[in-house]
């Protein structure tokens, strides 16, 4: 987790631009030594942000570094908690675990676990989701929403907005969205989401939604199984793209987003959503645990359900399923 102290630093640089930050400015603004301010420059030296020193005027930073670490992404974050509290590793089994157990020691909301490799990256129905380093991004992120349990699906679509408006302001390609959280470029899959609960009874205690993204891989990187079916930002768009800048647009939409449906309740979302949604009017098949329907899919309730209308007419609500476009 980062210092408060490395977090008052990182905001005084994102608010500065392209201005010089002295060290006695930066010491007096964040309360500690001009030397304390130095240490702490020397530190995201080591991290890789290069930081240019002029005498008489002070620091400024110049390059960030390619990897997602805490004060990457707090460089230029707007949010005020929505990723303020970062736990970073370079290589983990799963995020999720992680946020897991950090959910379970009270931490504050907002709090995200972020990786630069998963090695057994989770997706839906216990699925492993391929997570290479240095390549996408691969997040977990904690909420405490005070909403019936039963709600809790909802924040699944929320994310789903969030990430495809962030992937939307960084890189200007528009994302479809599949229900109820594969998100789509060109009909392949770049992004999937999965929730997870810590509650009990009808009390929520946590939500833990991991988020992973396929950022900067090339086609190659792909197996044969998966390249026909998945794709990434880079493909799409024929350009590295930051993923820490990535990162920080989502959380600014997620952040949005969710104060207005703690605020207003899902009907704004889902307002959002289905501007996203790909098979809204569309044939499709869904694959329940118990069952396949096949239909229509006339869109999504109030409450967040898929509604598919068969051929006889009858009206389905799925909770839960495998899409087939």
């Not at 929505?82 to 504050?108: C, F, M």
């Not at 959380?251 to 207005?260: I, M, S, V, W």
């Not at 898929?306 to 899409?323: F, N, T």
Request: net charge negative.
């Amino acid at each position: 987790m980062q210092s408060e102290l490395r977090k008052q630093l990182l905001d005084a640089f994102t608010n500065a631009g392209e201005s010089y930050l002295s060290g006695q400015y930066l010491a007096e603004l964040i309360g500690c030594s001009r030397t304390a301010v130095w240490k702490h420059i020397e530190e995201l030296r080591k991290e890789g942000f290069e930081l240019e020193a002029v005498r008489k005027k002070g620091y400024r930073i110049i390059k960030t570094p390619e990897k997602v670490t805490a004060d990457e992404v707090l460089l230029g974050l707007t949010t005020s908690f929505i990723g303020r509290n970062i736990h970073y590793e370079e290589s983990v089994e799963s995020t999720q675990k992680i946020a897991h157990n950090l959910a379970s020691q009270d931490v504050p909301e907002g709090t995200v676990v972020i990786a630069d490799e998963q090695k057994s990256g989770k997706g839906r129905m216990n699925r492993n989701w391929y997570s290479p380093k240095y390549t996408g991004v691969w997040m977990s992120l904690i909420l405490k929403p005070n909403i019936p349990l039963t709600n809790a699906p909802q924040l699944t679509l929320l994310t789903a907005v969030a990430v495809a408006k962030g992937i939307e302001e960084v890189t200007e390609v528009i994302p479809e969205i599949k229900w109820p959280n594969d998100i789509l470029i060109g009909g392949k899959k770049v992004t999937g989401i999965l929730t997870e609960l810590q509650a009990e009874a009808d009390q929520i205690h946590s939500i833990i939604v991991g988020i992973g993204i396929n950022v900067n891989q090339k086609i190659e990187d792909f197996s044969s199984e998966i390249k026909e079916k998945a794709t990434s930002l880079f493909i799409e768009k024929g350009e590295i793209i930051s993923r820490a800048a990535l990162i920080r647009s989502i959380f600014k939409h997620f952040e949005k987003y969710y104060l207005l449906y703690l605020d207003q309740g899902f009907l704004p979302i889902k307002l959002l959503w289905e501007s996203y949604a790909v098979s809204i009017g569309k044939t499709i098949k869904a694959r329940t645990l118990t069952d396949v329907i096949e239909g229509k899919a006339l869109g999504i309730t109030n409450e967040g359900v898929l509604k598919i209308e068969d051929m006889s007419g009858s009206i389905h609500h799925v909770y839960s399923a495998d899409i087939e476009l």
